[in-house]
């Protein structure tokens, strides 16, 4: 993709110049070394010989503003390449023309910023895109690029900041992203152990967004160290009902909140609701693996062969099942085979028998041309 922009850009030097109102007849010697320049520019492109291309680009005396959008293609192309270096060069010369118009010196800024952000070097990206705030054109593009420092700098306060000021213009819901700053700032209190902050941080994130169940997972926390347990409890069961994804984070705070209040028989039933509820077999993984360490209720020990026979489940759930039966001790464990058999054979089912070597993708049925990558003769059984 990137060798195609790059061939691209030859024809952006060209229309630009032709834009220019410059024509490419030999009646003068200025005009005849324009097109001469030209075609020995794109020849060191093509030749992968972009060093030299980049000295007849940069030492050239004059730049208009069409010869600009050029200059500012060919950094891009280089950042899009991972060529940062020559990408600052790029854009680092073109800053410095005094040709530029106002608009093409707001990009060229945003350019250059873009250009330190790849090369790891936020200080000076900040200090661009900073400026570029105080401007009037491109602020949101400055905004969005802030908002990326910050990200990976981790301070949430000015990512909080510069992103409230996004939100007049911004279709997109911020609200939800700024609860998660206010939620990573709660998260850092709570690993100094300032709860009260962790807590403030909190009333803050659900101002800008009350829905986020992060924020629940949060209070969760909060409550369970303050050994409030009763609430915790309810929380973090709370949270596993309307987010099935986030029990295996939840997992080991949710029994411990359940055992302080002593009501740990009764979880792996409310977990089994929400296994049934969402048909999530990690949902499923979790509840055995608690039936194993507390022993299994009738609920479990009832439903659960059902399941093996009907169910498509994973190979973590079916080995949890066999587990949780194996410490039963029951005498007549050999009739668990059979359920086993249904259950790998419902789990083998749903798994793609054939595999192309050469990419790697999977497929149900054999084919002797590779979807995927196109290659023959690769699709080899899994
Ligand atoms: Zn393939």
């Not at 007049?168 to 206010?182: K, M, R, V």
Request: charged letters at 20%.
């Amino acid at each position: 993709m990137n060798e195609l922009l790059f061939l691209l850009l030859p024809l952006a030097f060209y229309s630009g110049w032709k834009a220019s109102g410059k024509n490419l007849t030999f009646g003068s010697t200025e005009k005849r070394q324009l097109p001469d320049n030209f075609v020995k520019g794109v020849n060191y492109l093509l030749n992968e010989e972009p060093d030299k291309a980049l000295d007849l680009f940069l030492n050239r005396p004059e730049i208009d503003e069409y010869t600009a959008e050029t200059y500012l293609l060919l950094g891009n192309l280089f950042r899009n390449r991972g060529e940062v270096d020559r990408a600052l060069s790029v854009h680092q010369n073109l800053i410095g023309r005094a040709s530029l118009n106002r608009d093409q010196k707001t990009t060229t800024m945003l350019a250059l910023g873009k250009d330190f952000l790849a090369a790891g070097m936020m200080d000076r990206a900040e200090q661009v895109f900073t400026e570029l705030l105080q401007g009037e054109n491109k602020t949101e593009d400055a905004r969005e690029a802030l908002r990326t420092i910050y990200e990976q700098t981790q301070e949430w306060s000015k990512a909080i900041s510069v992103t409230e000021a996004s939100k007049p213009q911004s279709a997109g819901n911020l609200s939800a992203l700024i609860a998660n700053y206010y939620c990573e700032l709660a998260d850092a209190s709570l690993i100094t152990g300032h709860i009260q902050h962790a807590n403030e941080m909190l009333n803050m994130a659900r101002e800008s967004y009350a829905d986020s169940i992060r924020i629940e997972v949060i209070a969760a926390r909060i409550h369970a160290l303050q050994e409030e347990y009763q609430h915790s409890s309810l929380l973090f069961l709370s949270v596993a009902q309307k987010a099935p994804r986030l029990l295996g984070i939840i997992y080991q705070p949710l029994i411990e909140s359940y055992q302080q209040v002593g009501k740990l028989d009764q979880l792996q039933d409310e977990l089994f609701d929400i296994y049934i509820k969402y048909s999530d077999v990690k949902v499923l993984e979790y509840t055995l693996r608690l039936a194993i360490q507390t022993g299994p209720s009738e609920n479990i020990l009832q439903q659960l062969p059902k399941l093996m026979e009907s169910k498509q489940l994973n190979i973590r759930s079916i080995c949890q099942a066999v587990n949780l039966y194996c410490k039963l001790e029951d005498p007549e464990s050999t009739k668990i085979l059979p359920l086993i058999q249904s259950a790998l054979t419902n789990h083998l089912s749903s798994q793609p028998g054939f595999q192309c070597r050469h990419c790697g993708y999977k497929m149900h049925d054999f084919l002797w041309r590779c979807p995927a990558c196109n290659y023959w003769d690769e699709v080899t059984n899994v």
